[in-house]
């Protein structure tokens, strides 16, 4: 079965932070932004399928554990051995969806949709890791938490995929209904900062 | 009031500011530099508290963390008021208010002393012996007073206002206590590279250097050396420094807990300050430099106020310009009481005498003391000291071949004393390390680590500024070199101390080793004594001797027996005295008697710091569907299902629950309904051998489910019982949209992935959660068709083009979807996916669209009431984990001839088919009005005799609107042979007649399910 037709824009997609994200104080040690929608597909395969799902996507998938890939706006981030987040911010779904499919017709992989499946939240200053390491465990000094770095961890008891774009850039991917409240202890964690 | 017992000048305060204070209403001042303590002290204040027990006035013993006696309640406000805080770690602030506790009326007169005279009456244990008569006296009415009686602060009864917050920190080498071990190791490890922290439990970093006046280091007076060296590691951008910062806790693998009390020395804290801050460090190496701490000594009345610790009295004089008294009397055993003489008639206080236990006096400090006029008495004890609410005198008598003289009565307003030092082993023992038993030092030991630690200095029984200096040197660069070579927190790394690379001479007085362990002697009745070891608790020698005399052996006995070290201070000034009683008592040997476990926390740590963030709102993620809002501006009643909130019903005004329900099930069978199911578990199987994994997972035949249809699965577990269900539809050959149960989501998920990975990593075919990706709304009811028909494109939704069962892809209002014809209601049905983004968007278009047909949102209750009357089972409700698919009626999908599948062997055992086994059936009460209680017990005969047979147990149970009627499920031994029967449904006061009927209640023939 082929996937759907584009959405035709009748309808304005939820944004899940939206109320939390207008409310938000400016602070400059940690800026905390609401990212917009992106198109994200999870493709996990055997070997033979990872060359050609890179080259349909325009991004190589990054063979080395917890890094990743970007390429004209795009991110293929490295999420297991045989498993990738592919991100494409304001991009629709389905025409990457069929282009990967295409291209990886006959190989055995699989490729979902989950454009929907979680929001994209960046937080960004000098205190940002101060800020992540009130919910989450990992030593994020940039000898081993590199810029180009990305992984699934926790923000306290949520699931998250933590990436380093930039020394004091990070962005978190978080699941839907989790995203109210990380944003919300991710505010609590920089009101000091204020 | 006046600083009467300020020293003319020096110590660290700061003079040029006064700060002002109250303690127990009364207005004092201090100076800035001042913890509450030095400022009462200054004040000539040495009475502030009650003992736990017996009421005894009690005033400062220490001036630091070890402090058992001096525990004072500072509040900000009736919510802001922490209990129990030791006045030698308070930092005065401008317009600190504290209380003394455990008293009544007042702390100079206090009724509860009337125990100081019932002590007879209240020995070691009274409580297991005392108040045992009469039965359950204890619970309502001893056990009450009691504590009532006996105990410490009052915690404030309001919501606590303060903020705590949580950090995670990585380093190399975490090194605890900022002494002169630990400042020298954070020296050494930052010079090598290594990422450093140093933390201090104090508010100035320097420990034992703060109190130096006339020791040098490197050729510079201590506290020059000390700022020059904080001044080199501040400016390294490898070296964080914590003061204020507790280690509390050890935890395996290097994992440190510290507490850091960010606002609590601040007159006014910012709104958006912490209070405290948990840090959890992971440290490749740890150096312990946690100093010693100074021995009481255990003499008759040794608790009055104005009865310090000599190195506390020093420390008061030098750091903090406080003289403890005018006349202070000396008791030692080891050299620090001349230090502590010394020192404190440079500050100006007299030295009455110094009774020095030794027979043997020689050495500097006590020519020292000899030289300046003191009066040094050797072999000498103090018997007793006098005075009510302040030591008046003391009581020193000779020591004469064992036997004690007569008593000298000297007047003083202090009395110090020495017993040695105790090496802190604490955070060492936490950690597991073995502690060994040095006779020569007279003290435990590090012995053997476990974790990747190394003690340093004073801790592990050096002694002499310059030898520790140089050993935390050495232990800080074995440390960073230990941490360059890491690979894995391995334990048990036990690295050779290595000689310090770099010799720091430094000149101050060595006290050298000596030191008293157990109870002086006294030559008084001890019947009529009381020798204080735990300050805290209140247990005397008299106690622990009585407690050996009991039959106790073993030290851990005799804790518990006398609550010995078992305060709040965890025996950091007794521990090693009781020790050395029962050794003397039991006639054996220290090492033999045992040593207590130190536990965390090495001080009092409060509940916020724990507790973080995680409080009210996100306590724990509250996760929220896509049209949640629109539910939740609709009116409804939500209902926890996991973390999930689920709109339980929609109430209208003035309707109860039972109305509502019974309202919306009326119009999904009559019109049509909608319901938000987008918590249903989704998970996408795809990849080549999808219907091969899902064949094997499921106890359904997959291989012949054609594209473009929905099955119903069910999941056993390995042992054959239902685990989970829920309906599949197969998107493409490779492609399934697998849907499970709202609460099972993560757990099938992982059930999966188990087998995927362990079993059968051959499978070609992937596992992805798409529980979020999709907003389900279920569209429910004969004119669910007609009400999104207008909605969709691309899918033909007639009856023959999409019958019951099927699934489509298509778009509605533009939006991609899978609909699937669906139903768990009975009716004709529909489930809209569509991605979570539009959810909400979509849900407002069908309920525009069904307004014509009155389409009524509903909850899960309803959505329960439906799905029982027509005897659709909810795993987790019908099923305990003891079900298999035949006990639920659900054999039929069991793939009969599938070769295999997760469960399938457990399923043939015996007993998994035998007749008797508990099976679903439905139950009416006689009496239709009546609906039974979920969970009841069923039986044939309730007058039968006890233990009366139990043949099952009502499973849900409900009131049927459409019906108009109640109707139960249950669980049945042989339930379906049953059939027809009547059971009964045993209440406290009646039994309830029940008739045993198929479960499908509403439609048994399905004919509604198809429109």
Redesign the interface.
């Known amino acids: ?5 584009a ?8 944004r ?1 932070l939206g109320a939390l994200a207008a409310a938000s104080r400016v602070l400059p040690a940690a800026r905390l932004t609401a990212l917009g ?1 992106a198109a994200r597909l ?1 493709f ?3 070997e033979a399928a990872i060359g050609p799902a890179g080259e349909a996507f325009g991004v190589a998938l990054p063979r080395e554990a917890c890094r990743f890939n970007a390429g004209n706006g795009r991110f293929a981030f490295w999420l297991g051995p ?2 990738w987040l592919l991100l494409a911010p304001g991009a629709e779904p ?1 025409p990457l969806f069929a282009a990967i499919e295409a291209a990886t017709a006959g190989l ?11 929001v994209g939240i960046e937080l960004a200053g000098d205190k940002a890791a ?1 800020v992540l ?7 994020l ?1 940039l000898d ?1 938490f590199p810029v180009g770095m990305c992984t699934r961890t926790v923000f ?3 699931e998250i995929v933590l990436v380093r774009h930039a020394p004091d850039v990070f962005h978190i991917d978080v ?4 995203a ?2 990380v944003w ?2 991710l505010e ?2 920089r ?4 | 009031m006046t600083n009467r017992f300020r020293t003319a000048s020096g110590g660290r305060i700061d003079r040029a500011a006064p700060l002002s204070f109250r303690f127990d209403g009364q207005t004092f001042s201090g100076f800035k530099g001042d913890t509450l303590a030095s400022a009462l002290i200054a004040n000539g204040v040495h009475l502030v508290g009650r003992s736990f027990k017996y009421h005894r006035p009690r005033g400062f013993l220490s001036a630091g963390s070890d402090e058992p006696n001096a525990l004072v309640n500072v509040a900000r406000d009736a919510a802001r008021a922490a209990p129990n805080l030791r006045a030698t770690q308070v930092e005065l602030y401008e317009g600190l208010k504290a209380q003394s506790q455990n008293r009544w009326p007042s702390l100079s007169f206090d009724a509860g002393a009337v125990n100081d005279l019932a002590a007879p009456f209240l020995p070691a244990g009274f409580y297991y012996k005392t108040f045992m008569w009469p039965a359950g006296a204890w619970k309502r009415f001893y056990e009450p007073k009691i504590r009532a009686m006996a105990g410490l602060g009052v915690a404030p009864d309001l919501p606590d206002p303060d903020r705590y917050t949580q950090n995670h920190a990585h380093c190399d080498v975490l090194v605890v206590g900022a002494g002169p071990a630990g400042l020298a190791a954070a020296l050494a490890a930052a010079e090598s590279g290594a990422k450093v922290i140093l933390c201090d439990e104090q508010a100035e970093l320097g420990g034992s250097l703060l109190s130096e006046t006339t020791a040098t280091i490197e050729g510079k007076p201590a506290a020059d050396w000390l700022a020059a060296t904080l001044a080199t590691l501040t400016a390294r951008d490898n070296v964080t420094l914590m003061p204020r910062t507790t280690a509390f806790g050890y935890f395996p693998h290097n994992h440190i807990a510290l507490a850091e009390r960010v606002t609590e020395h601040l007159a006014a804290p910012g709104p958006d300050l912490p209070r405290e801050r948990l840090w959890e460090v992971r440290a490749k190496e740890v150096v312990i430099a946690a100093g010693a701490l100074e021995r009481p000594l255990v003499f008759p009345d040794n608790d009055r106020p104005g009865v310090l610790l000599a190195d506390s009295a020093r420390t008061y004089a030098n750091r903090y310009g406080t003289k403890v008294g005018e006349r202070a009397v000396i008791f030692t055993a080891c050299d620090a009481g001349y230090r502590a003489a010394l020192d404190l008639k440079a500050a100006g206080v007299s030295i009455a005498a110094i009774a020095d236990l030794r027979a043997e006096v020689s050495g500097e400090l006590p020519s020292r003391a000899l030289a300046a006029g003191i009066d040094v008495r050797p072999s000498t004890v103090l018997v007793g000291t006098k005075g009510r609410l302040r030591v008046a005198s003391a009581q020193l008598a000779k020591v004469t071949k064992g036997a004690v003289g007569p008593a000298e009565t000297i007047a003083c307003d202090s009395v110090l004393m020495s017993g040695g030092f105790t090496p802190s082993v604490h955070l060492f023992s936490q950690s597991r390390g073995k502690l060994v038993w040095d006779g020569a030092a007279g003290a435990y030991l590090p012995g053997t680590s476990v974790e990747r630690e190394r003690s340093a200095g004073a801790c592990r029984g050096v002694n002499g500024l310059q030898r520790v200096l140089e050993d935390g040197y050495a232990q800080g660069e074995a440390a960073a070199l230990a941490a360059r070579t890491y690979t894995s927190p391995a334990r048990g790394a036990t690295p050779a101390p290595a000689a310090p690379s770099r010799s720091i001479p430094a000149s101050a007085e060595d006290l050298g080793t000596d030191g008293f362990i157990g109870a002086t002697p006294h030559g008084r009745n001890p019947a009529f004594t009381k020798a204080f070891v735990d300050w805290q608790n209140d247990v005397t020698a008299k106690d622990l001797k009585l407690a050996t005399r009991e039959g106790m052996r073993s030290i851990e006995h005799v804790k518990r027996y006398t609550t010995t070290g078992m305060a709040t201070d965890q025996g950091k000034t007794s521990n090693m005295n009781a020790l050395g009683i029962v050794s003397e008592a039991l006639d054996t040997p220290v090492p033999k008697i045992g040593l207590t476990t130190f536990r965390p926390p090495f001080t009092p740590t409060t509940f916020g710091l724990f507790a973080g963030a995680a409080r009210g709102d996100v306590f724990d993620p509250v996760r929220k569907t896509a049209i949640h809002d629109w539910a939740a501006e609709h009116g409804a009643a939500f209902e926890d299902v996991g973390n999930w909130k689920r709109a339980h019903y929609f109430p209208r005004a003035g309707e109860d629950m039972h109305a509502a329900v019974a309202r919306e099930c009326k119009a999904v069978r009559a019109s049509v309904g909608m319901f938000d199911a987008s918590t249903l578990g989704k998970i996408e199987v795809v990849g080549p051998d999808a219907a091969e994994f899902m064949n094997r997972m499921y106890t359904n035949a997959w291989a012949k489910l054609e594209p473009g249809r929905l099955r119903y699965g069910v999941m056993l577990r390995e042992d054959g019982f239902v685990m989970d269900d829920g309906v599949v539809g197969r998107m493409a050959a490779d492609r399934f949209h697998v849907t499970t149960t709202t609460g099972g989501a993560p757990r099938v998920l992982a059930h999966m992935e188990d087998y995927l990975q362990t079993e059968w990593p051959d499978l070609d075919v992937w596992l992805t959660s798409t529980t979020e990706q999709w907003s389900v709304i279920a569209v429910q009811g004969p004119k669910a068709r007609e009400v999104i028909a207008p909605l969709i494109e691309g899918i033909d939704l007639s009856k023959e083009a999409f019958p019951h069962m099927s699934v489509r892809e298509g778009t509605i209002l533009g939006v991609p979807t899978r609909l699937f014809s669906v139903s768990f209601t009975g009716e004709l049905g529909f489930e809209i996916n569509v991605p979570s983004a539009y959810g909400r968007a979509v849900w407002e278009a069908v309920y525009a669209a069904g307004e014509r047909f009155g389409i009524t949102p509903y909850g899960t209750e309803t959505m329960h009431v439906l799905r029982a009357e027509k005897g659709y089972i909810i795993v987790g409700q019908e099923t305990d984990g003891t079900a298999t698919p035949d006990d639920v009626n659900l054999g039929w999908a069991v793939g009969k001839a599938k070769k295999d599948f997760v469960g399938k062997r457990s399923l043939l055992r015996e007993s998994m088919s035998a007749p008797d086994r508990r099976q679903l059936v439905g139950l009416k009460t006689t009496d239709p009005k009546i609906v039974l209680e979920e969970g009841a017990q069923i039986v044939a005969d309730p007058a039968a005799p006890v233990p009366v047979p139990m043949l099952g147990f009502v499973t849900s149970s409900y009131h049927s609107a459409v019906l108009g009627r109640s109707i139960a499920l249950a669980m049945v031994k042989g339930g379906r042979a049953r059939i027809g029967t009547k059971l009964m449904v045993p209440m406290p006061t009646h039994a309830i007649e029940v008739e045993v009927v198929e479960p499908v209640f509403y439609d048994p023939k399905g004919e509604r399910l198809n429109g």
């Open positions: 079965m082929v996937e759907s037709a959405v035709t824009a009748s309808l304005a997609p939820a899940p929608d999870v996990r395969g055997r045989d498993e389905a055995p992989h699989s490729l979902v949709d989950v454009s929907a499946r979680s101060f390491n009130q919910g989450n465990p990992l030593d000094s081993a306290h008891k949520a699941w839907r209904s989790f109210p409240y919300e202890l609590d964690a009101r000091e900062l204020a």
